[in-house]
């Protein structure tokens, strides 16, 4: 039985749909793969540190819960996980770990709407074979 071509632009504009996902779930599986992704709601601090003659700024990851492992305490935890001075390793790798973890927040949200978009299209039934997992 032939189709109709509201049925086949129908099937065009899923298609299309599922493509955007998996470009978008195989740039996700990317971010993931290039390195650590800093836990949810955490920040980039800088802090001033006092020496003996000199003031000193640091860096640190701050968390809304305390969710670091403690260097010298097994068992413990803080908020804060020491990154050291601008441009130090532990620094860099920080601020790329926050941003890895914005950039997969923002990549969900667009998976999640255009699964939504995806459903409009079929809003009375399912249809099998169609449904984006």
Known sequence: MPRTESELELTQRADRIR??????????????GEG????????????????????????????????FPKANKKGEFSRFKHLGK????????????????A??????????????SWLDLYPDEEKVGHRVE
């Open 86 to 101: 601008a441009g130090s390793q532990a620094h860099i790798d920080g601020v790329n770990a926050v941003i890895r973890r």
């Open 19 to 32: 493509e955007a996902i998996d470009a978008l779930k195989r740039e996700r599986s990317d971010l993931v």
């Open 36 to 67: 650590w992704v800093a836990p949810p709601e955490c920040h980039i601090a800088r802090y001033r540190a006092k020496g003996a003659k000199y003031h000193y700024w640091y860096y640190q990851l701050r968390a809304s819960s305390a969710i």
């Open 103 to 116: 950039k997969i927040e923002h990549l969900n949200s667009a998976i999640e709407a255009l699964y939504e």
